[in-house]
């Protein structure tokens, strides 16, 4: 299976999220591309399998992802397997912010949809962002709540699902 991970990255995670996802998906004999965003949309035609994935920053998936979407809205329909993952902090959301963020036919004709997990780091943000990051980390310390972290087992779960749970390293 010819498979391509498009994904967009503010601060380093979903790209590590991408690239887990790729040697999961190349242990189960695919052959993976993953390409960022941020440095231009990429070819589409050839792939069997499409994945998009995107961080969240206030509730949101950065426009630029969006609109690759909507622009490659005919080619991802006709795609034989498309799936989707973003990286949040907060895992209880990831079913509302899929459904505000990827266009609602898009998901329907997906393989699988889910959230990675997040990680936030106040040191890798700027301005406004680190801010909110000071905010979140203070309040994940007075509820003593589990910092955000990237849960590999939901892609393991991901990448089975892609490829019909087989792992020929384990075989
Ligand atoms: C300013 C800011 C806003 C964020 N907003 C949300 C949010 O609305 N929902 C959420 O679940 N996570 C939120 N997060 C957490 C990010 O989704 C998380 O840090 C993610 O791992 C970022 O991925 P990236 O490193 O690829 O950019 C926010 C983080 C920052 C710094």
């Known amino acids: 299976m010819k498979c391509l991970i498009c994904y967009q990255s503010k601060t380093g995670t979903t790209a590590k999220c991408a690239e887990i996802l790729k040697k999961k998906l190349e242990k189960r004999g695919a052959q993976v591309t993953a390409a960022n965003l941020a440095a ?8 069997d399998c499409i994945i998009t994935g995107a961080p969240v920053r206030m509730g949101k998936i ?11 809205r005919n080619e991802l329909l006709n795609c034989k397997k498309t799936a989707f993952f973003i990286c949040s902090a907060f895992p209880a959301q990831t079913q509302q912010v899929l459904l505000e963020n990827f266009p609602r036919e898009l998901l329907e004709a997906s393989v699988c949809a889910a959230g990675f997990g997040g990680e936030v780091d106040i040191h890798k943000q700027k301005g406004f962002d680190r801010f909110m990051a000071r905010m979140m980390t203070n309040l ?15 892609i393991e779960a991901f990448a089975n699902t892609l490829c019909g749970g087989v792992d020929k390293e384990k075989n």
């Open 40 to 47: 231009g949309r990429p070819q589409l035609a050839g792939y």
């Open 62 to 72: 950065p426009k630029e992802t969006k609109a690759f979407l909507e622009a490659s």
């Open 140 to 154: 994940v310390k007075h509820y003593k709540a589990a910092m955000p972290s990237v849960r590999e087992e939901n």
